[in-house]
């Protein structure tokens, strides 16, 4: 069974410092992609970055990064110079590509920044 | 705007009544994707078509729910004697053919009273 697991109900943060959105998963598939998406409170889910299980270096995109540690099953974003408008709820997601098409998600973070 | 549409943002009905949503993802993509996220949770998936083919249905689509994109395009969720359990923000996405991220619209919210 596949299962994303996001520890960090919510979080506050200083504007325009770093913050790390925790995310572990669990797959038996060898090859997966990982994802992570913002939704504000409008509710549209915004694609922010991915990381395929094979790809050698972290993604970046921006300022997000994704900490992709194989070995943990560990897929942590990374903001950085956080801003008022990041504040949010970020989702951790998987899909194994023997399932051409589900994508997992985790519970989610809430991540909130003061100015 | 060339992102996924979903209509109505909005729905309000009284429990017994069926409803009917609507889902256009971006035109190039062929694949189509309906979850359901209810309130403090992630989305979980509905539903899935490649073209006009439903591949896949998870175990939460109950005989109540049945979606269709009859011509490879839009698609429709349509709800039959909605229950307040149904309550929920409907969301559609959508992702090319070798394309990793899907692309999400901005829902449609339904309440069952």
């Known amino acids: 069974a596949q299962k994303i697991t996001q520890t960090q109900p919510g979080m506050f943060v200083q504007e325009k410092e770093a913050v790390t959105l925790d995310c572990t998963y669990d797959?038996?598939?060898?090859?997966?992609?990982l994802f992570w998406y913002k939704q504000p409170s409008s509710g549209e889910m915004i694609f922010l970055i991915y990381?395929?299980?094979?790809?050698?270096q972290n993604a970046t995109e921006g300022r997000y990064s994704l900490n992709f540690q194989k070995a943990r099953k560990s897929a942590n974003l990374v903001i950085s110079a956080s801003q008022l408008g990041d504040s949010a709820m970020y989702f951790c997601?998987?899909?194994?590509?023997?399932?051409?098409?589900?994508?997992?998600f985790g519970s989610g973070t809430r991540l909130s920044i003061r100015p | 705007d060339t992102g996924v549409s979903q209509n109505p943002r909005h729905k309000i009905t009284k429990r017994g009544q069926n409803v009917t949503f609507r889902c256009d993802p971006i035109?190039?993509?062929?694949?189509l994707y309906w979850y359901r996220q209810t309130l403090g949770q992630g989305p979980e998936f509905l539903t899935y078509?490649?073209?006009?083919?439903?591949?896949?249905k998870s175990r939460l689509l109950s005989d109540r729910f049945s979606a269709e994109r009859p011509k490879g395009s839009f698609s429709t969720l349509e709800i039959q004697r909605t229950e307040q359990g149904d309550s929920a923000m409907y969301l559609c996405?959508?992702?090319?053919?070798?394309?990793?991220?899907?692309?999400f619209g901005p829902g449609t919210r339904l309440t069952v009273t």
């Open positions: 996405a959508s992702s090319a053919d070798r394309g990793n991220e899907q692309y």
């Open positions: 797959t038996s598939d060898p090859s997966y992609g």
């Open positions: 990381q395929g299980s094979y790809d050698q």
């Open positions: 997601a998987m899909r194994a590509y023997s399932s051409a098409s589900k994508i997992i």
């Open positions: 035109s190039e993509h062929n694949r």
């Open positions: 078509f490649q073209n006009e083919a439903q591949l896949e």
